[in-house]
């Protein structure tokens, strides 16, 4: 019998040209989108600082200040020049890293950022990763048990987390957990014995009390992290159980599903291996939302909590009309969001190839 000799399939030189040049398009178009949205969001958050019935220069000076005073205050922040000057003067300052100095610290808005964001960094991490590790699970059941008791109980679980006051509930677990069963530490990310003997690396109390071998506070640090992050955690949950129960019984009614059961397929491979392991990518989006969604959405949970991080931060700012705070807040709000975004849709490309098409 004769063999033909095998052949190695090489990519040729305009092959090879062609792929370089699509991806060098696929990354220009990122970065020009990436850019665009970033500079929309510039936009939006300048534009707002503008429109709001806050007079920055008075948040400075104070409202007894004389007319001189006033004008000479106004001309320093550069509030007489055209708005499209100061439009541009505001997108240089950004992309320098200048947000301005917070009238309520005295400090640079920057440092006050970087000081405040591993707090809510913290929080709204461990809440994504309880959501995740309860919310699928929660969801598939849901799914395979449709029409039952447990899916009608979880149904009503991410009724409650969509319906449910975020402060509200944030009380009702310090009067019950904390004041009255005494399962969890109170307000503020450490006792006030422990504030200040932490040298800060990653700003991650948990990280940063790991590192140092500083047990103490580690376990002090998640006592105080444990009720707020299951409360967000609550809320990702409710929305990541509902998604996942939709997504999951889209699959279990396909014919490739119903096939690998009349095949005699074990029903736990044919949940977790045929009708789960399609939907895992439309997860990553879920998540990505989810996640972005407690960065940002954490200021009611913060106050409640007295958690020193950027919702609380922009919570105080905006009552002392410190517009400075409030602007730069909301832009690194608005860029984690972008960028969560952004990598949810790089991941989807990875373990979708017909997306990068």
Do not use: C
Not at 58 to 81: I, N
Not at 275 to 304: C, D, H, K, N, W
């Amino acid at each position: 019998m004769a063999f033909e000799p095998s052949v190695n399939k090489k990519i040729s030189g305009p092959a090879l040209i062609g792929r370089a040049r699509d991806s060098a398009l696929s990354l220009a178009s990122f970065a020009v989108v990436l850019a665009g949205t970033f500079l929309g969001l510039l936009a939006i958050t300048f534009f707002i600082g503008r429109v709001v019935p806050i007079d920055p220069v008075l948040s400075v000076v104070g409202d007894r200040a004389t007319k001189e005073v006033y004008e000479a205050a106004r001309q320093a922040m550069g509030l007489d020049r055209p708005l499209i000057v100061q439009f541009f003067s505001y997108v240089g300052d950004v992309l320098t890293g200048d947000l301005g100095n917070s009238v309520s610290t005295g400090r640079p808005v920057v440092d006050d950022l970087a000081r405040v964001f591993p707090a809510t960094l913290e929080m709204a991490t461990i809440g994504i990763i309880i959501g995740v590790l309860l919310g699928v699970p929660m969801g598939v059941l849901a799914a395979t048990r449709q029409g039952s008791w447990i899916d009608q109980l979880i149904r009503v679980l991410g009724l409650l987390g969509y319906s449910v006051p975020a402060f509200w509930l944030g009380l009702v677990g310090l009067a019950v957990f904390y004041a009255g069963l005494g399962w969890v530490a109170g307000p503020g990310r450490v006792d006030i014995f422990y504030d200040g003997l932490l040298e800060p690396v990653t700003g991650l109390y948990l990280i940063d009390s790991a590192l140092a071998g500083e047990w103490d506070i580690f376990w002090n640090a998640a006592d105080h992290l444990a009720l707020p992050a299951s409360i967000l955690g609550f809320f990702s949950l409710a929305y990541i159980a509902r998604m996942t129960r939709s997504f999951m019984l889209d699959q279990l009614g396909q014919e490739y599903v119903t096939t690998a059961r009349v095949k005699g397929v074990s029903e736990r491979r044919v949940i977790w291996r045929h009708a789960f392991y399609p939907i895992r990518i439309q997860l990553i989006t879920v998540i990505g939302l989810s996640y972005a969604a407690l960065l940002e959405g954490s200021v009611m949970i913060e106050t409640v909590f007295s958690w020193p991080g950027i919702g609380n931060y922009l919570t105080t700012a905006l009552l002392n009309a410190d517009m400075n705070a409030v602007l730069g807040a909301t832009l690194v709000i608005g860029a984690v969001f972008i960028m969560i975004n952004k990598v949810s849709d790089v991941l989807y490309r990875i373990l979708d190839p017909r997306a990068r098409r």
